[in-house]
Antibody, heavy 123, light 107 residues
Framework: EVQLVESGGGLVKPGRSLRLSCTAS????????MSWFRQAPGKGLEWVGF??????????EYAASVKGRFTISRDDSKSIVYLQMNSLKIEDTAVYYC??????????????WGQGTLVTVSS | DIQMTQSPSSLSASVGDRVTITCRAS??????LNWYQQKPGKAPKLLIY???DLQSGVSSRFSGSGSGTDFTLTISSLQPEDFATYYC?????????FGPGTKVDIK
C-alpha cells in the first residue's frame, strides 16, 4: 500500500526557515518524481514544485511564488522528499501536501497524497 | 501561466441529482485536465485524469469530458459521500494550475 507521511510543520516567524519531510512507503521511491502542493486556510490548491527521479536527472521545478526561497530535495536511500523553506512569509501559511504521480516521469497528475502538515508563519 | 476557472463556485443539490461542473482554461490544454475531490480536512482525491479517464477505484457515476479549453465533470446521481469541493487542474505545463473550486453541498 502506497503511503506518504508529511512531517515538520509548525509555527515559525516571518523570515525564518523550516524543513518539511515526506516519508514514502509501498512503492519504489527512487523510480518516481515527487511533488509538493499547498493550501492556504480556506483557499484553493496551489502547486509548489516537484523533483524528478535521479533517472531523469533529479531536476526540480518551482512555482514563481516560491522560486529562490524553497528547495526540494530527495534521499532515495530513506524514501524521503524534503521541502526546505527559507525566508518564510506570512502568505506561506498553508497545509503542505506531498504527492506521488500516476506516471513515473511526468508529475502532472498525482494519485497518492499525504495527509498534509500545517505551516503557520506568524510573528 | 494558464488560468483555470470553474463554474459555478458553489451549488446546492439533493441526493440523486445529476450535477455538472464546468472548467475553462485560458488557453488550449488539449486533454490534459484532471479533476480532484476534496473533503474538509482531507487531502485531494484524484477522480478523473486526461479529461475523461476514470481513476481506479472511483465510482462510475463520475465522468469527465472536454478538450481544448472547455471541460465538464458530471456526477450522474449525487450520493451523500459526494458532498465536497471539486477542483480542476491542468496538467499540460508548469506551473500546474488549479481552478478555484466548486463546493457541492446539500440542498
Amino acid at each position: 500500500e502506497v503511503q506518504l507521511v508529511e512531517s515538520g510543520g509548525g509555527l515559525v516567524k516571518p523570515g525564518r526557515s523550516l524543513r518539511l519531510s515526506c516519508t514514502a512507503s509501498g512503492f519504489t521511491f527512487g523510480d518516481y518524481a515527487m511533488s509538493w502542493f499547498r493550501q492556504a486556510p480556506g483557499k484553493g490548491l496551489e502547486w509548489v514544485g516537484f523533483i524528478r527521479s535521479k533517472g531523469y536527472g533529479g531536476t526540480t521545478e518551482y512555482a514563481a511564488s516560491v522560486k529562490g526561497r524553497f528547495t526540494i530535495s530527495r534521499d532515495d536511500s530513506k524514501s524521503i522528499v524534503y521541502l526546505q523553506m527559507n525566508s518564510l512569509k506570512i502568505e506561506d501559511t498553508a497545509v503542505y501536501y506531498c504527492a506521488r504521480p500516476k506516471g513515473r516521469v511526468v508529475p502532472a497528475t498525482n494519485d497518492y497524497w499525504g495527509q498534509g502538515t500545517l505551516v503557520t508563519v506568524s510573528s | 501561466d494558464i488560468q483555470m476557472t470553474q463554474s459555478p463556485s458553489s451549488l446546492s443539490a439533493s441526493v440523486g441529482d445529476r450535477v455538472t461542473i464546468t472548467c475553462r482554461a485560458s488557453q488550449s490544454i488539449s486533454s490534459y485536465l484532471n479533476w480532484y475531490q476534496q473533503k474538509p480536512g482531507k487531502a485531494p482525491k484524484l477522480l478523473i485524469y486526461v479529461a475523461s479517464d476514470l481513476q481506479s477505484g472511483v465510482s462510475s457515476r463520475f465522468s469527465g469530458s472536454g478538450s481544448g479549453t472547455d471541460f465538464t465533470l458530471t456526477i450522474s446521481s449525487l450520493q451523500p459521500e459526494d458532498f465536497a469541493t471539486y477542483y480542476c487542474q491542468q496538467s499540460y505545463t508548469t506551473p500546474f494550475t488549479f481552478g478555484p473550486g466548486t463546493k457541492v453541498d446539500i440542498k
